[in-house]
């Protein structure tokens, strides 16, 4: 089949039509696709806006949080969304007596404020436990939500799986260790067991415990090593001794990695090893402990395998 010139132009005018086709409808599937985007975000954001619009104390602190964060806000609705879905599914915390004063609308700024800047689920949840514990409070105005929430910013993954980890292994263990200790001794009867168990427990240092769990399952002097290489008994192997040491050697660096920023926000202390168990860089002997700050701190972490996990 032949074809003459304008057959031709035709033919070749159809393929430049059915392409400029083809890009249209990929340009305004895209566009569409962006559209629903932007719809679903102005929407997350025009729902926060309409329940905390509508619960009386709670739209005045709102108001004052979009004057001031100014787009922030909408950068970063669907936070700002579990934020103000958190408040109004807890009306028995987040009631109208509460939500009502100043000293709580000035905290609401606080808190939503630094949630939106929040990247991490974890830390997230962790701030809604903050906000929730202020909201409780008796004295609001003294409650440490400032304190608490730049503590959360500063520390890493790593802490927080850290302080979890202490929490939910280290500190039942101490608390073992001291009352295993205390019933091995007279006491006396000027007073109670349970004066004893608090003084001892406030002298006894968390990082005894703490290089104790390392050691009970890595030392190759350890019973649990021994039984598992060598019958129970001593490992002499020299060649399986450098490897146990240097698997031990490396999971206690990696543990003690974090102790450092712990120190730097004030959770953890450093003083002094009445048993002398603990050893320090200059030749000192030496033990920490978690401050005041740090039990309180705590309490609003949970000992949930996405933060006990030392993977």
């Given amino acids: 089949m032949r074809f003459n010139s304008l057959d031709k132009t035709i033919i070749s005018n159809t393929d430049v039509n059915k392409d400029r086709d083809l890009r249209y409808n990929v340009n305004m599937a895209k566009a569409n696709n962006q559209s629903d985007k932007n719809l679903?975000?102005?929407?997350?954001?025009?729902?926060?806006?309409?329940?905390?619009?509508?619960?009386?104390?709670?739209?005045?602190?709102?108001?004052?949080?979009?004057?001031?964060?100014?787009?922030?806000?909408?950068?970063?609705?669907?936070?700002?969304?579990?934020?103000?879905?958190?408040?109004?599914s807890d009306q028995s915390t987040f009631n109208k007596a509460v939500v009502s004063s100043e000293e709580f609308q000035d905290g609401f700024v606080v808190a939503?404020?630094?949630?939106?800047?929040?990247?991490?689920?974890?830390?997230?949840?962790?701030?809604?436990?903050?906000?929730?514990?202020?909201?409780?409070?008796?004295?609001?105005?003294?409650f440490p939500l400032e304190r608490f929430y730049d503590t959360l910013n500063k520390l890493s993954t790593s802490g927080i799986k850290?302080?979890?980890?202490?929490?939910?292994?280290?500190?039942?263990?101490?608390?073992?260790?001291?009352?295993?200790?205390l019933d091995g001794k007279n006491l006396g009867t000027e007073k109670p067991y349970e004066w004893w168990y608090e003084q001892n427990l406030k002298s006894e240092p968390v990082s005894t415990y703490f290089s104790k769990w390392i050691s009970d399952r890595y030392s190759p002097n350890s019973q649990l090593l021994k039984d598992r290489h060598n019958n129970g008994e001593n490992i002499d192997d020299k060649e399986l001794l450098g490897r146990l040491f240097d698997t031990e050697r490396d999971i206690r660096e990696k543990m003690n990695a974090p102790l450092g920023e712990l120190e730097?926000?004030?959770?953890?202390?450093?003083?002094?090893?009445?048993?002398?168990?603990?050893?320090?860089?200059?030749?000192?002997?030496?033990a920490w402990r978690?401050?005041?700050?740090?039990?309180?701190?705590?309490?609003?972490?949970?000992?949930?395998?996405?933060?006990?996990?030392?993977?």
């Fill in 162 to 181: 850290t302080l979890a980890f202490i929490k939910s292994e280290i500190l039942p263990l101490r608390e073992q260790g001291v009352k295993d200790d």
């Fill in 40 to 88: 679903v975000k102005r929407s997350a954001f025009e729902v926060a806006d309409a329940i905390a619009s509508n619960i009386v104390g709670v739209n005045i602190a709102w108001a004052l949080v979009k004057a001031l964060s100014g787009n922030a806000l909408e950068l970063r609705q669907q936070r700002a969304l579990e934020f103000i879905e958190a408040i109004q």
């Fill in 290 to 311: 978690l401050t005041g700050f740090a039990y309180e701190f705590m309490e609003f972490i949970e000992n949930s395998p996405e933060y006990t996990s030392k993977s």
């Fill in 112 to 142: 939503l404020t630094e949630y939106i800047k929040i990247r991490n689920s974890l830390k997230r949840r962790i701030a809604l436990k903050m906000f929730n514990d202020f909201a409780n409070s008796d004295d609001k105005v003294e």
């Fill in 264 to 286: 730097y926000l004030g959770l953890i202390s450093w003083g002094s090893d009445p048993k002398n168990t603990g050893w320090d860089s200059s030749g000192g002997n030496t």
